[in-house]
């Protein structure tokens, strides 16, 4: 029987700066995705989580709405990754973490009137402030070193990439793609998942 | 034991305009692609040909040195996925398929003159011209209707798609990342592939 | 003795929409740009007005911290302006023209936080508010249409241009110019300046 | 009797690499343009030259049809300065000097196919070839370093800007302003414009 190896095409990128990458088999290796801690959400009807989201492809970009990086760049490409895959594949969420200007992008209704200017259809939580940590607390957990910050999810709800800054599309597609590969060759019933599965 | 549906990214695309698409098995279908016919290369110290390049996702772009929308996003595009993906796994070839202003653009020392400025350094075939036919070989054997168009072909050597004009990066990306997942669950010695295999 | 036609380079340029256009000798029938009516000044250590900028050519970009154009395109080329022209005789503003999310983007803490977010170095006005009136104040006298809108007021204080929308670099680099160039065929001491000058 | 100062807008751009600047009245001492040598016209019923342009603005841009600075940028720059103003007062001036690649850029048939192409419509002088000098012949009178290359002329005909490489639109669309607002304070009539002028 041949053995598949499901991580070859991120192994053949030649680069993706934090991209958890591995052989045949090492899929085991990778973490479970630590759940976000969020205050509020928009533009969705329910409150959503990992566990929520878990058999698909999770495509999450933590932005603040004055940051001009997630701005100009990382919220569009959000929109395009959102507008060229399948919902029932791949789910893109925004996770508003703001560490710094706290009054004027702190509150939900200027984020939510950011979204409204800006068109940006897709969920979007706002990550929670604890204990006076003027760091969000999913920012905290995941370590993130500033915005935009984009996290990669496989459908088995584990983290695949924590990248800070940008990263093109074509890797992005790539990468996307390559997760949303897996699947058939390790599916949810064969590597364990656990938890809430919404499946596709 | 679990089957694999090697198609189910490219599926999970919204939307490649002549993607070849199928479902779970279905990959069998698809046609192998016909050989290119070619008057002389550059940029490689031999001779190129599907069969040497057999066993490696080719990408090619068909384009034409005095075509605006080739110089401007085609050819920028191709350089972007020769930097992106292992040269083991993606093999980017232009094939330089001239069908108007044959004086102008059609001598090796033109497109020479014309990779050497752009620097481009990928293999470039001149698709090759018969029988006072203002068309180039290649060109009508895939029916191309213009340039740019992009072809890609994958590790079996079957035609996966004939796209004209520009294909965004991430669809791209996707799509390449996607057939690079595929050789996994159908390797060469399951599906049969036939001809001068260059194993990687 | 030859009669100097100042205006004629903007007549020369092809279209700018809304451009005061005049024939020789017929600057002295724009009128006077009406004093703007600021809450707040930012990026300034004293409060700017008309008056006190009169004798440099005013550019002054209205807009929104929340509008995608004005982020976009309008306060980008505010700062190639700045950047392009001496101080001496262009100056530069910025008019937040708030009229709709006003909890979002009416305070000088949410402006003061994009302001330094986006290296925007050029003073800024945050338009009056009164009344109750969802417009600003300095906006409804203006009868802008939105924002961005960019005003062009030449150095006797009159209004050039009062464009809504974005208006391509050549034609504002070359507006700016003309309006640069008059001052020399018409100084101040021949079109009857009034109110406090600040010569350059 | 007020004394106009020409040129206060140009020096009131903070920096344009190789500018021809001066005070008021020194326009005298700018040298004017020599004629260009050229072997070839396109995109005009007959030939062109610098004394037939006399009265108007020249701009022109020196390229090569296989330079990829002059397709990205300087050809679309020229074709935006044609659109942006009025005939009458500026014109648009291709001239292809060639210095390297000959053979594949150096026919008029190469030329015209590339200029059909890429839609540029306005007149394209042929820089000419003397002597088995490998730079063509105005290219050397005007000690050019490389392409593109871009040239001021103003109505007088003086050389007053020998720019390499890239100008950005709001510099260039004011240089060309004040150059044309100057005709006002120094009409042809009182400066001595000598040769051959086509009045507009």
Known sequence: M???????????????DGMEQGKSGDTARFAVAPEWQVDHWLNTREP???AVLRGRIVVAVAFQMLCPGCVAEALPQAQRT???????????????SVFEHHAAQGTPEALAAFLHEYRIGFPVAIDAHVDGDPLPATMRTYAMRGTPTLLLIDRQGR??????GHLDDMRLGAAIATLIAEVAAHPLSETGATGAVCEV
């Open 82 to 96: 959102a507008a060229s895959f399948a919902a029932a594949d791949v789910a893109v969420i925004g996770l508003h």
């Open 48 to 50: 959503l989580s990992l």
């Open 159 to 164: 983290l695949r990439l924590n990248h800070f």
């Open 2 to 16: 041949v053995k598949a190896s499901p991580l070859r095409a991120i192994t053949a990128l030649r680069y993706i």
